[in-house]
C-alpha cells in the first residue's frame, strides 16, 4: 500500500483471503480506497467496478496462487502492466488467456529484487516516520527457532497471521 502510494499510485485496492481480515483492516488504515476479500468476492468484477474498468497497474505478490496471474491479465486495462513478484512455487498457471495479452498490449514484468536507489529510497519512507511499521512486525524469533518463524510466517501455524518476522541471532528462546 504504502509502495504504491509512493510510486503514484491514484487509486490502490488490495487483496486477500478471509483470514487475511487485520491486515485488510490495516491497508485501509494505511489509505487503501479499497480491499476486497477474495474468498467471497469475484476480484476481477469488484477491481473492474471500483477502478471503473480496470487497473493500468497491478502488482502481484500473491505466493503459491498461480490464478493470481490469470486475475491480473482480467483486471489490467488495454496498455497496461502488470509485475509479477509472488512466486508460485513451481506451480503451473492454467488457463492462461495469451490472446489478452496481446489483444490488450499488456506488459507482464516478472520482478525478483530491486535497484539500489529504489532500496535508498524505500529505507527514507521508513525513517520518515509517517508510517506505523512497527506495528506490521509480529515477532521475533531466536536463531534456533528459524524453522518454526518460517513455518508461521508460511501460514502453517493455526491462529496465527503475521505480516513481519524476525529471526534475531542471540534472542534469548
Given at each position: 500500500?504504502?509502495?504504491?502510494?509512493?510510486?503514484?499510485?491514484?487509486?490502490v485496492?488490495?487483496?486477500?483471503?478471509?483470514?487475511?481480515?487485520?491486515?485488510?483492516?490495516?491497508?485501509?488504515?494505511?489509505?487503501?480506497?479499497?480491499?476486497?476479500?477474495?474468498?467471497?468476492?469475484?476480484?476481477?468484477?469488484?477491481?473492474?467496478?471500483?477502478?471503473?474498468g480496470?487497473?493500468?497497474?497491478?502488482?502481484?505478490?500473491?505466493?503459491?496462487a498461480?490464478?493470481?496471474?490469470?486475475?491480473?491479465?482480467?483486471?489490467?486495462?488495454?496498455?497496461?502492466?502488470?509485475?509479477?513478484?509472488?512466486?508460485?512455487?513451481?506451480?503451473?498457471?492454467?488457463?492462461?488467456?495469451?490472446d489478452?495479452?496481446?489483444?490488450?498490449?499488456?506488459t507482464?514484468?516478472?520482478v525478483?529484487?530491486?535497484p539500489?536507489?529504489v532500496?535508498?529510497?524505500?529505507?527514507?519512507?521508513?525513517?520518515?516516520?509517517?508510517?506505523?511499521?512497527e506495528?506490521?512486525?509480529?515477532?521475533?524469533?531466536?536463531?534456533?527457532?528459524?524453522?518454526?518463524a518460517?513455518?508461521?510466517?508460511?501460514?502453517?501455524?493455526?491462529?496465527?497471521?503475521?505480516?513481519h518476522?524476525?529471526?534475531?541471532?542471540?534472542a534469548?528462546?
Open positions: 500500500m504504502i509502495g504504491a502510494r509512493a510510486a503514484g499510485a491514484r487509486q485496492v488490495i487483496t486477500g483471503l478471509a483470514r487475511d481480515a487485520a491486515k485488510l483492516a490495516f491497508a485501509r488504515e494505511l489509505g487503501a480506497d479499497v480491499t476486497v476479500d477474495v474468498e467471497t468476492e469475484d476480484v476481477v468484477e469488484r477491481v473492474r467496478e471500483v477502478s471503473g480496470g487497473a493500468e497497474v497491478v502488482v502481484d505478490t500473491t505466493p503459491y498461480p490464478q493470481s496471474l490469470n486475475h491480473a491479465v482480467a483486471i489490467a486495462v488495454r496498455k497496461g502492466r502488470i509485475v509479477v513478484a509472488g512466486l508460485k512455487g513451481l506451480r503451473p498457471t492454467r488457463e492462461l488467456q495469451a489478452d495479452v496481446i489483444y490488450k498490449e499488456l507482464i514484468r516478472g525478483l529484487s530491486m539500489v536507489d532500496t535508498f529510497r524505500a529505507v527514507e519512507i521508513i525513517e520518515s516516520g509517517r508510517y506505523p511499521f506495528r506490521m512486525h509480529t515477532d521475533s524469533f531466536p536463531l534456533e527457532r528459524a524453522e518454526e518460517i513455518r508461521t510466517l508460511a501460514g502453517a501455524v493455526p491462529g496465527v497471521n503475521p505480516i518476522l524476525a529471526i534475531v541471532p542471540g534469548r528462546p
